[in-house]
């Protein structure tokens, strides 16, 4: 995101499914009682094209896909559309993969994500090697339908499955020293062709931080799924973090390790271009990124001939539970 203004036609390819379609889950699951169908041939005509590319049921570990599969639907909040999966699985930043958006659908499937297990460490009591199956094993998952707006000026709406970030760190005790969460991606050379380019795109690992009052937050989760499915792996699998207040960077995926630390994580973007992206990156419209505004957005799909061009929303829509995280601070300043 730092190489170039994203162009409004950039998106244009995402008008190969032309309508807001969310596969509602339990009809899914109604025709899997049914007995009539199983796994991905449970889906509707078109669902070949919208679940192409994403990793067949075999490779998610069967504790994960029964656990997805008892997660009642929301209710999607008014005025929004869910983005069509196509949009949300085949227009990504996932740079351990490459830097176009359609690398991580390409490429992200080379990626084996079972097993799976995060070390937690620093200022806390519980430090260790968590599997994913025993981080899951005290959560209840939930459904999230969030907003997801990304630094480069282009939002989706998504339905997540997950939990609360606040659950685990409960879970782990922290000590009166931990201030800051510092998340960290795999690096794994042979199976991230962004990882192996010789163009070094990124100083590996990506690094993403939050203040440990913004990862407590309610709207703060950890997620293992959507669109009532699993994770795909260019979204992130098997486990991401999803802060719906914030530009979309700080959404770190495929995490493996979560360190509870004193001062404030050095992260990657924020890093390479201190200018342009900062720590806190919460959503808002009146800080412009340097080369271009913030003032608007162009929800996906959006093409030239169907633009979707909406405000801003200061933290993203999120103000009303967010914002007296940031009482004191100037936004404007240490944005
Ligand atoms: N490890 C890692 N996490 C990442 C990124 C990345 O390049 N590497 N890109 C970020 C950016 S810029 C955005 S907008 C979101 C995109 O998430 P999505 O592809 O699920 O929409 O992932 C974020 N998390
Ligand atoms: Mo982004």
Known sequence: MLIKVPKVSSAAESEVTPEAVYLSRRSVLAALAAGSLSGALALPARADERFADVPSPESVPPFLESRLAAVPAVELPSGE???????????????????????????????????????????????????????????????????????????MVIPWIGFPLAELIRRVEPSGHARYLQFETLVRREQMRGVRSELGLIAWPYIEGLRLDEAMHPLTILAVGMYGRSLPNQNGAPLRLVVPWKYGFKSI???????????????????MAPEEYGFYANVNPAVS???????????????????????????????????????????????
């Not at 080379?110 to 620093?122: A, K, N, Q, Y």
């Not at 995926?253 to 890093?271: G, L, M």
């Not at 001939?305 to 004191?328: C, D, H, I």
């Open 81 to 155: 559309e869910v983005t069509p999966f196509f949009d949300a699985t085949h227009y990504n930043n996932f740079y351990e993969f490459g830097s176009s958006k359609q690398d991580p659908s390409r490429h992200a499937g080379e990626l084996v994500t079972d097993p799976w297990s995060v070390e937690i460490d620093g200022e806390v009591a519980r430090p260790g090697r968590y599997s994913l199956e025993d981080l899951l094993s005290q959560v209840t998952l939930q459904e999230r339908i969030y907003r997801l707006r990304c630094v480069e000026g282009w939002s």
């Open 253 to 271: 995926k495929s995490i493996i390790r979560i360190s509870f630390v004193r001062d404030r994580p050095a992260t990657t973007w924020q890093t």
């Open 289 to 335: 990124h340097p080369r271009w505004s913030q003032a608007r957005e162009r929800r996906l799909p959006n093409s030239l001939f169907k633009p979707n061009v909406r405000p801003t929303q200061l933290f993203n829509g999120y103000a009303e539970e967010v914002a007296s995280l940031y009482s004191g601070i100037d936004l404007r300043r240490d944005y």
